[in-house]
């Protein structure tokens, strides 16, 4: 089982960006998967939900600027991230929130939000 994220970068406040994150080594398609990020000194905070079948999930403070997406046929999640602001600024993991591999995580990508 294995998640590769992808796509983290230096941005300046306003701009966006597209993170993937490709999957192997399960059932992608029959799977829930899920977007956290994780800011220097701070816990592990949810960024966004996908299930099977494509239903999305955000916290309030996510909703609007970040949207999650999959395409089953690549195995890859994506999370579209617009209008990001500097305190967007942490590591971004995928992982998968559901059935035998629940938990798993890849290694992250960084994404900086800096002028």
């Known amino acids: 089982v294995q998640l590769v994220e992808s796509g983290g970068a230096l941005v300046q406040p306003g701009g966006s960006l597209r993170l993937s994150c490709v999957a192997s080594?399960?059932?992608?398609?029959?799977?829930?998967m899920k977007w956290a990020r994780q800011a220097p000194g701070k816990g592990l905070e949810w960024v966004a939900n996908?299930?099977?079948?494509?239903?999305?999930h955000y916290p309030d403070s996510m909703r609007g600027r970040f949207t999650v997406s999959r395409d089953n046929a690549k195995n890859t999640m994506y999370l579209q991230m617009n209008n990001l602001k500097p305190e967007d600024t942490a590591l971004y993991y995928c992982?998968?929130?559901?059935?035998?591999?629940?938990?798993?995580r890849g290694q992250g990508t960084q994404v900086t939000v800096s002028s």
């Open positions: 080594g399960f059932t992608f398609s029959y799977s829930a």
């Open positions: 996908i299930d099977w079948n494509g239903s999305t």
């Open positions: 992982s998968i929130d559901s059935g035998f591999n629940a938990g798993t």
